[in-house]
Nanobody, 115 residues
Framework: QVQLVESGGGLVQPGGSLRLSCATS????????MGWYRQAPEKQRELVAL???????NYADSVKGRFTISRDNAKDTVYLQMNSLKPEDTAVYYC?????????WGQGTQVTVSS
């Protein structure tokens, strides 16, 4: 069973930065397909960024050039560096993992961008 634990959320002013972390346990991290999704109030959960086992990345258009997803296979951790944050980035951010045929989700971490 794969478990995901996010950290790093919080309150930040517009234009600021945050780094989210997602530590995994169970499975074999280096073989996992990892990602970040987010869900704002009264909106559907949406893809933010994905990273494959060979570190190919994909981003939502709304975050391209501002967010960077990365992984550290030695620490079994995936990161999301968020720069130039905007109020519309406010959401609960969820870590996602795909391992073999199963999908896993973290509990979510709140990111609030406000002055």
């Amino acid at each position: 069973q794969v478990q995901l634990v996010e950290s790093g959320g919080g309150l930040v002013q517009p234009g600021g930065s945050l780094r989210l972390s997602c530590a995994t346990s169970g499975g074999i991290f280096r073989g996992m397909y990892m990602g970040w999704y987010r869900q704002a109030p009264e909106k559907q959960r949406e893809l933010v960024a994905l990273i494959t086992s060979i570190s190919t990345t994909n981003y939502a258009d709304s975050v391209k050039g501002r967010f960077t997803i990365s992984r550290d296979n030695a620490k079994d951790t995936v990161y999301l560096q968020m720069n130039s944050l905007k109020p519309e980035d406010t959401a609960v951010y969820y870590c996602y993992a795909k391992w073999r045929t199963s999908e896993y989700w973290g509990q979510g971490t709140q990111v609030t961008v406000s002055s």
